[in-house]
Structures are given as structure tokens and as C-alpha cells.
């Protein structure tokens, strides 16, 4: 099985600030990675699909890059919006979740 | 606009089933591949199961397999979970989930989720 490991599992972070979350596969997952977003109490919502594609209706301060094992999630400007906790999720083989990153406003 | 709602959950003792079901709106259901996915309290996301658009193929992780099964009706927009033989382990909130298109995609949306709680 894949597994997934996310760092750092908090991050505290100022408004305006470039953030960047990370994930690594045990194994190359050919880009099948993806980003969630998980605000308290609230589903998860899907930012970016495939590395670095960003999903309808998620604002452009979102990005996603990386190849092979090694992936990033990049806030460009953190917004107060943002505090929420990020899960990684491949789906190269089967679906196999990181532990999440939780972001904190500083 | 895609609509998910869950439905089912509640107290269960160990060892009894409970079966979830997810009511699909907004979308032709026939058309997607469908899947559950839980999340412990404050713990992190897991994948329960994924069943094809025909219900024909279905696939688990070790976790649940022999244990659980989904299912869909798809002339009611619906997909089921029977849960048999229940753990404290699997309680947590349930979500129904729609990957994009067919096969192994990335779950574009989700249900509000319904809680599960397995407890004596």
C-alpha cells in the first residue's frame, strides 16, 4: 500500500504570508495527487485535482506542483479564510489520505 | 448543482450491522463511479469503498473488506453501505463521495457526512 506523509502537521502562519505545505508518497504516484481543504465541522472541498490543476470556484492564491513522491500545496497570500486543516490524497493506487496539515493564523 | 446527502447513521453495539445510505441529486448517477470515505473523530480520512457506475465491480481496503458493502440503485440515484459486524474502530462520520468520472479519480465532491458511533 501507498502511504502518505504530510508536513508540517501544524503550521502557524500571518495574514499575507506565502505558505507552503508538503506531501510525500512512499512511492512514485505519477502526479495522481490531490488537495483538500477541511474547515471545523465542514466536509472536505477538493482545491486542486491532479498536482497542480485548481478546481472550479477555488480562488487563483491556491496552487499545487510536484512529480514522482514529492508534492507541495502553495498559498500565495493567506487569507483569515484559510485556517482550516489540508489533507493530501493519492490516487495512483487505490486512495490512501496524508494525515493532514493543520494552518493556524499566527 | 451536485447534491450528496447521507443518511443512516446513529449508535450501534459492536458486533450488530447498520446500513448508510446517500441520496444523489444534480447529476446523471448512472454515469460516475461512487465511494465512501470515513474520518474517525479528529482523526484523518479514509477510504471505505468505491463501487463502479454498473455496481458490477466493487473494492475495499483490508480494513473493511469482508465486512462492508456498497451498493447502488441507480434508477434511484442512490448508493448504500451495509456495515456488518461493526467495531469501536468504525465509528466516525461517514461521507459519500463522487470521484470524477469513472475509475480511480479524485473525489470532486462530497456529502455533509453522517456520524456512526459503535459503542455498548
Known amino acids: 500500500d501507498i502511504q502518505m506523509t504530510q508536513s508540517p502537521p501544524v503550521l502557524s502562519a500571518s495574514v499575507g504570508d506565502r505558505v507552503t505545505l508538503s506531501c510525500k508518497a512512499s512511492q512514485n504516484i505519477n502526479k495522481n495527487l490531490d488537495w483538500y481543504q477541511q474547515k471545523h465541522g465542514e466536509a472536505p472541498k477538493l482545491l486542486i485535482y491532479y498536482t497542480n490543476n485548481l478546481q472550479t470556484g477555488i480562488p487563483s492564491r491556491f496552487s499545487g506542483s510536484g512529480s514522482g513522491t514529492d508534492y507541495t500545496l502553495t498559498i500565495s497570500s493567506l487569507q483569515p479564510e484559510d485556517v482550516a486543516t489540508y489533507f493530501c490524497?493519492?490516487?495512483?493506487?487505490?486512495?490512501?489520505f496524508g494525515a493532514g496539515t493543520k494552518l493556524e493564523l499566527k | 448543482e451536485v447534491q450528496l446527502v447521507e443518511s443512516g447513521g446513529g449508535l450501534v453495539q459492536p458486533g450488530r450491522s447498520l446500513k448508510l445510505s446517500c441520496a444523489a441529486s444534480?447529476?446523471?448517477?448512472?454515469?460516475?463511479?461512487m465511494a465512501w470515505v470515513r474520518q474517525a473523530p479528529k482523526k484523518g480520512l479514509e477510504w471505505v469503498a468505491t463501487i463502479s457506475t454498473s455496481g458490477s465491480r466493487t473494492y475495499y481496503p483490508d480494513s473493511v473488506k469482508g465486512r462492508f458493502t456498497i451498493s447502488r440503485d441507480n434508477a434511484k440515484s442512490s448508493l448504500y453501505l451495509q456495515m456488518n459486524s461493526l467495531k469501536s474502530e468504525d465509528t466516525a462520520t461517514y461521507y459519500c463521495?463522487?470521484?470524477?468520472?469513472?475509475?480511480?479519480?479524485?473525489?470532486?465532491?462530497w456529502g455533509q457526512g453522517t456520524l456512526v458511533t459503535v459503542s455498548s
Open positions: 463521495a463522487r470521484p470524477e468520472g469513472t475509475g480511480n479519480n479524485w473525489f470532486a465532491y
Open positions: 490524497l493519492q490516487h495512483s493506487s487505490r486512495y490512501t
Open positions: 444534480g447529476f446523471t448517477f448512472s454515469n460516475y463511479y
